[in-house]
C-alpha cells in the first residue's frame, strides 16, 4: 500500500533556508503536494507539482521531485518566523480522489 | 469569497455516542473528502463524495458513514463512538473529483470520553 515519510522535526536560525524532505512509495501518484498546518488550524495548500515535472519554483517555496527515488522536498527560502509549522507531504492515488499524508514535520525557526 | 466552513468547532462526546459533523465547501466545488486527523499523525482519508456520490472510502469500519447533499455540502456520521475516535476532523473540497486542488476546512475537533 502507499506510505509517505518525513522526518519529525527540523530546526533553522530565521533567515536561512529550510529544506523538508518527503519519501513515497505509490509511482502512479499523478500530484504531489505539500501543505503547512499552523496550531489548531486546517491545512494551508502551498503547492503542488505534477508527477511529470521536477521542479517548481513559486516565490521563496522550490519543490523538488526525484521519482527515480521517489523523493519530495521543499526548500524555503529566507525562512521567516511565520514559516514555523507543521508541514505534510501528500501524494494523490491513481484515480486521484484520495490523498496520502506524511506524517508530517514540524518547522521551527528561532530568530 | 468564503472557503470551506465545518460546524460545530468542537464537540464533546461520551462512548457509545453518534456523532454528525457537517461541512460547506467552496461556492462552485463539486466535491467533498473527509480525514481524520489523530493528534501527532497526518490526516487519513475517510471518503470522497462527488456530485452525491460516494467516489472513494478509506479503511475505516461501517460506523463511518456519510452523505452528500443537492447543494454539495456534506455530512459525517459516526456511531458507536469509540474513545479511538477522538481526532480532528477535516472537510476538503476541489472542484471537480480529481485532486489536482484540495482546500481544506478548519475541522471540527471531536473529543470522546
Known amino acids: 500500500g502507499e506510505d509517505v515519510e518525513q522526518s519529525l522535526f527540523l530546526s533553522v536560525r530565521e533567515g536561512d533556508s529550510s529544506v523538508i524532505n518527503c519519501t513515497y512509495t505509490d509511482s502512479s501518484s499523478t500530484y504531489l503536494y505539500w501543505y503547512k498546518q499552523e496550531p489548531g488550524a486546517g491545512l494551508q495548500l502551498l503547492t503542488y507539482i505534477f508527477s511529470n515535472m521536477d521542479m517548481k519554483q513559486d516565490q521563496r517555496l522550490t519543490v523538488l521531485l526525484n521519482k527515480k527515488d521517489k523523493h519530495l522536498s521543499l526548500r524555503i527560502a529566507d525562512t521567516q518566523t511565520g514559516d514555523s509549522a507543521i508541514y505534510f507531504c501528500a501524494e494523490s492515488n491513481n484515480a486521484g480522489n484520495m490523498l496520502t499524508f506524511g506524517g508530517g514535520t514540524r518547522l521551527m525557526v528561532k530568530p | 469569497d468564503a472557503g470551506v466552513t465545518q460546524s460545530p468547532t468542537h464537540l464533546i462526546k461520551t462512548r457509545g455516542q453518534q456523532v454528525t459533523l457537517r461541512c460547506s465547501p467552496i461556492?462552485?466545488?463539486?466535491?467533498v473528502s473527509w480525514y481524520q486527523q489523530v493528534l501527532g499523525q497526518g490526516p487519513q482519508f475517510i471518503f470522497q463524495y462527488y456530485e452525491k456520490e460516494e467516489r472513494g472510502r478509506g479503511n475505516f469500519p461501517d460506523r463511518f458513514s456519510a452523505r452528500q447533499f443537492p447543494n454539495y455540502s456534506s455530512e459525517l456520521n459516526v456511531n458507536a463512538l469509540l474513545l479511538g475516535d477522538s481526532a480532528l476532523y477535516l472537510c476538503a473540497s476541489s472542484l471537480e473529483r480529481g485532486t489536482d486542488e484540495q482546500f481544506f476546512g478548519p475541522g471540527t475537533r471531536l473529543t470522546v470520553l
Open positions: 461556492s462552485g466545488h463539486k466535491s
